[in-house]
DNA sequence: CTGAAAGCGCTAACAG
DNA sequence: CTGTTAGCGCTTTCAG
């Protein structure tokens, strides 16, 4: 398993060629570094050695490893692989490297990780953090030396934040089931801590309060188990009195849909449901969703990674509603 | 953005004590290299200065990266994301970083990331091969630069494998439908060129061939669209013969329910599906799932990469089988 | 247009 | 027990 061929390092082709190893440098950098003979020379013989450039070395001399670190705080969340693919595409168009890592949606195992990943020496650091107020310390700890963005979730510090406009994602919901006539509305899936989802409660509790003043009584702040099952006490006490649900995933879309239905309520016809992140839960169970433009958010992380100027929204990108049973709504969407 | 606090090397360390970086390093390497109050004081010194060490350096020196690639053929696939999760922590416990890349389905993209990986000077290359036999040569490439090892899916090549028991996988579907009183067995998830999924319908065959001759006939080779549409033909032609499915993954576990509910059957009453992967969709969808010991996974490909010896067993890890309503089945499991 | 030389930060002989 | 020295492979002044 150890390396069989022999390295072939940058002085295997400088004296294959004839000339000096800063020559080749210079060649393979590009900046037009030598003759046009020699250059072609030189690249000929280095892919007919198969040099391929020692990228360690290169580091240490540039001190920049063309590596990103990109930390998640959960994997079993199928919205961040969703993301990391988006990410990890754009960033290998780039040419950069990434490596991952899992803070298992703890804020101690997220310092930690935090810590590896500068130790090796990425570039930047790319995260999407635990908890709203206690990441802001490792999180600030790390911008002393890299450059740090902030994804999806973020926690109040003066690293950069890519995410979407929250409150617009909350209008599309509650818009496309006020036009199918529902006025009694609910939410589900709160998560202490998560600044995506406080500030989407915030917005849905702003954006009912003058259409519906019973909505902020209605909101499902606990869930049990695995797949996030509803309370059956928190239904008993909600179940009738509303008929639209707006959540924070479609994991708990999912599971109200089922609670509800379990009940002798009909989904959409007595309570409509709207999830969250369109993953393949909502199109396997037919839960109209809130899709995230994943592709212009990882193009906005990498921009910051990469120091490239990019207009911004200021208010984060616009997300898209993906319209199915559990809403039945058939009319057109913005 | 730029690093602020000024580098602190080896050598600041050195000085600082008053000691040779060589003194300072064969510290840090632990192999109890000076004396009692020098390693103090070294120790207390570099700690007040935050010194980390250079991984860059290092890497440089000692020709290895201790960093792994891991390449995975479909991070949307849930499954992969969960087998990312477990190998993460094991690697990140090893002192490993893990530089994740993805083949998007694609034997190009593949062998593209192969080299990029390569080029980062990974010490191992783990990966989930596209194709069966069209990933070999890149996988083949690689071996001859660094460690490779296979894990869920494999390429036919010299790699090492790491994987479940295909037969016995499938064994436990229908050991316990069977238990159940099914006798007409259906195949479900066929993906040509996927090892796992060529595993799987081959013990299918061979397991169902004395019990059930008529199983042969009902393997669902093609599904339609995102949600692994189960197409109406295949239904018309085999909804009514069939009281039993063992499907590759819980996606189309999920839409043949459906299918089948649909069309007026019940699940699991008329025919009982069994899930693969046991993924939240399963959870959710109350269908009965086979589980991959994914820690186990993940442990014996560490052992590769970190060249432990690990007696492993020698057809692949058992899977368990994780009964939910699609089923019904509440007889005891192995 | 090209070469010589220095050095990124660390570790591993080899002396003493 | 500790210091000196050399060098991993590359890039980058600085000369010529």
Redesign the interface.
Known sequence: ?R???QRVTIRTVADAVGVSTATVSRVFSGQGGAGEDVTQRIFRVASELGY??????R??RSQR?D?VG?LVPN??N?F???L??AI??RL?AGGL??????S?GSVGVEAQ?IR??????VD?LIISPVDQVESRTAIQEAL????VVQVDRQAGNDAAYVGVNHRQSVELALNHMRQLGRTRFAFAGYDAGVSTSEERLRWFLELTKDIDPGASTRILRETVG??DEVPHEWLDRHADGMDAVVTTSD?IA??MQ?ALRERGYSVPEDVAIVGFDNT??A???QITSIQQPLDDLAEAVAAKVE?TRLELPTDGFPCTLVIRHSTAGSSADR
């Open positions: 398993m390396n069989d061929k391929r450039g020692n990228s360690i070395a580091s240490l490893t590596t990109l994997l079993l199928p961040f692989p969703a990391i693919q990890e595409v290998q490297g990434l490596l991952l890592a899992d298992q990780r590896a990943l500068l130790d090796r020496r930047s002393r030396s890299v450059t695995d797949a994991l999912v599971s089922m393949r839960l199109a396997v169970a120091g």
